[in-house]
């Protein structure tokens, strides 16, 4: 069974930084690419960023783009996002996803809450 | 940038209605096309991939149709648990982009 954890999440003040992690288990990680995705309180989802399997190819949204990174560890099976320079806007619970081989998010982890607040 | 636009934004509907959602593509995205659901406080769930297709263990009473601009997903028979949102993405380039999500709720 696919299971994909988050964790990492938490309050920080804004211009502070985060570093979400998420635990994949239950299929080979290295052969997959990966998403992360976020959700405001109350809105809709947002595409944030995504990391080919071997890492060759990274994309951001223009709203996180030098501020977020993505990062995978394939021998750790893990997916990270590093958040730099936070703002109270980028409050919302974060999830990590797996992209199909048709390259849309087949299976979600049940994502972690960032709450950027002085 | 692709943008999606997702109608209606909310519908009210009852057990055994027919219920349809649409998103249009700002350009054509061929059928790179995925429809998810999503309840509070949960992951979102695929149901339908490359516009048409039908996620394993996902009832028949969904379905996706559309190509180029023009997508759609229509239940055919609401049933209880269906109440939702439903959120079309696009994955035919980047920046990915969903729609803005149609509530369904109860009528």
């Known amino acids: 069974e696919v299971q994909l954890v988050e964790s990492g999440g938490g309050l920080v003040k804004p211009g502070g930084s985060l570093r979400l992690s998420c635990a994949a288990s239950?299929?080979?990680?290295?052969?997959?690419?990966m998403n992360w995705v976020r959700q405001a309180p109350g809105k809709g989802l947002e595409w944030l960023s995504s990391i080919s399997s071997g890492s060759g190819y990274i994309y951001y949204a223009d709203s996180v783009e030098g501020r977020f990174t993505i990062s995978r560890d394939n021998a750790e099976n893990s997916l990270y996002l590093q958040m730099n320079s936070l703002r109270a806007e980028d409050t919302a619970v974060y999830f990590c996803?797996?992209?199909?081989?048709?390259?849309?998010?087949?299976?979600w982890g049940q994502g972690t809450l960032v709450t950027v607040s002085a | 940038d692709i943008q999606m636009t997702q109608s209606p934004s909310s519908l009210s509907a009852s057990v055994g209605d027919r219920v349809t959602i649409t998103c249009r593509a700002s350009q054509g995205i061929r059928n790179d096309l995925g429809w998810y659901q999503q309840k509070p406080g949960k992951a979102p769930k695929r149901l339908i991939y490359?516009?048409?297709s039908l996620e394993s263990g996902v009832p028949s009473r969904f379905s996706g149709s559309g190509s180029g601009t023009e997508f759609t997903l229509t239940i055919s028979s609401l049933q209880p648990e269906d109440f939702a949102t439903y959120y079309c993405l696009h994955h035919n380039s980047y920046p990915r982009t969903f729609g803005q999500g149609t509530k369904v709720e109860i009528k």
């Open positions: 490359a516009a048409s």
């Open positions: 996803a797996r992209l199909s081989g048709s390259s849309d998010p087949d299976s």
């Open positions: 239950g299929f080979i990680f290295s052969a997959y690419s």
